[in-house]
T-cell receptor, first 113, second 112 residues
Framework: DSGVTQTPKHLITATGQRVTLRCSPRSGDLSVYWYQQSLDQGLQFLIQYYNGEERAKGNILERFSAQQFPDLHSELNLSSLELGDSALYFC????????????FGSGTRLTVV | QQQVKQSPQSLIVQKGGISIINCAYENTAFDYFPWYQQFPGKGPALLIAIRPDVSEKKEGRFTISFNKSAKQFSLHIMDSQPGDSATYFCAASYNQGGKLIFGQGTELSVKP
C-alpha cells in the first residue's frame, strides 16, 4: 500500500456519461498530480494541485476538470465521455510543490462502452 | 523539447543477466531523472533517481548511468531475476515544471 488511495478501482460507463474519480494523497502530502495511462500514449500528465490551488496543467481536455478540497483529497471529473477516454487514471502525491519523489496510487481503470 | 525517448520497447533477459534500458532527452533544463517500476494492476513505483551533477548512482542491483553531454541516461539491472519482470519508465523533470515527463516504457521479461 503506497498510502495514496484511489477510488473506484474499476469503472465501466457509457459514452456521453460523466464520472468522478477520487484520490486521497499520502498523509502530509500537499501536492496531487493526475496522469492518464493508455497503451498508445503512455503516461500523460493531466493536472497538478498544490494545497487546493491549481499549479500546472498538461494535456487535459476541456471535458475534464479537477479540484483539490480543503482536506487535500482530489477529484477528477470526466464528462461527455468518448471511447478514447478508456484508460488507467493515476494520481500521485508529494510532500511539497516539487515533483521529487512522487508516490502513485493503484489507479482507476475506466472503460467507456 | 519536452519528450523523453525510451528504448527498447520490450526486452527479454535470462535470469542472472544484465538488463539495460536507455533514455534520451532534449531539454537541458531537466534536473531530475527518476526511473519507475510498474507491475500489472499497480501504479508506478519509484525505483531510483539521479540528478545531472553525478554520472552514476547505484542502489543494490540497480544502477543509473548519466551522460550529460549526450543527454542520455540508462538503467542497468544486474543479476536480473524473474521478479524484476515489469514495465520500467524513465522520466525527467525540472523542479519548477511541476510534472514528470515519462518515456514510453519498456516491458522487461526475465526468463528463469
Amino acid at each position: 500500500d503506497s498510502g495514496v488511495t484511489q477510488t473506484p478501482k474499476h469503472l465501466i460507463t457509457a459514452t456521453g456519461q460523466r464520472v468522478t474519480l477520487r484520490c486521497s494523497p499520502r498523509s502530509g502530502d500537499l501536492s496531487v498530480y493526475w496522469y492518464q495511462q493508455s497503451l498508445d500514449q503512455g503516461l500523460q500528465f493531466l493536472i497538478q494541485y498544490y494545497n487546493g490551488e491549481e499549479r500546472a496543467k498538461g494535456n487535459i481536455l476541456e471535458r475534464f476538470s479537477a479540484q483539490q478540497f480543503p482536506d487535500l483529497h482530489s477529484e477528477l471529473n470526466l464528462s461527455s465521455l468518448e471511447l478514447g477516454d478508456s484508460a488507467l487514471y493515476f494520481c500521485a502525491s508529494t510532500v511539497g510543490g516539487s515533483n521529487y519523489g512522487y508516490t502513485f496510487g493503484s489507479g482507476t481503470r475506466l472503460t467507456v462502452v | 523539447q519536452q519528450q523523453v525517448k525510451q528504448s527498447p520497447q520490450s526486452l527479454i533477459v535470462q535470469k542472472g543477466g544484465i538488463s539495460i534500458i536507455n533514455c534520451a532527452y532534449e531539454n537541458t533544463a531537466f534536473d531530475y531523472f527518476p526511473w519507475y517500476q510498474q507491475f500489472p494492476g499497480k501504479g508506478p513505483a519509484l525505483l531510483i533517481a539521479i540528478r545531472p551533477d553525478v554520472s552514476e548512482k547505484k542502489e543494490g542491483r540497480f544502477t543509473i548511468s548519466f551522460n550529460k553531454s549526450a543527454k542520455q541516461f540508462s538503467l542497468h539491472i544486474m543479476d536480473s531475476q524473474p521478479g524484476d519482470s515489469a514495465t520500467y519508465f524513465c522520466a525527467a523533470s525540472y523542479n519548477q515544471g511541476g510534472k514528470l515527463i515519462f518515456g514510453q516504457g519498456t516491458e522487461l521479461s526475465v526468463k528463469p
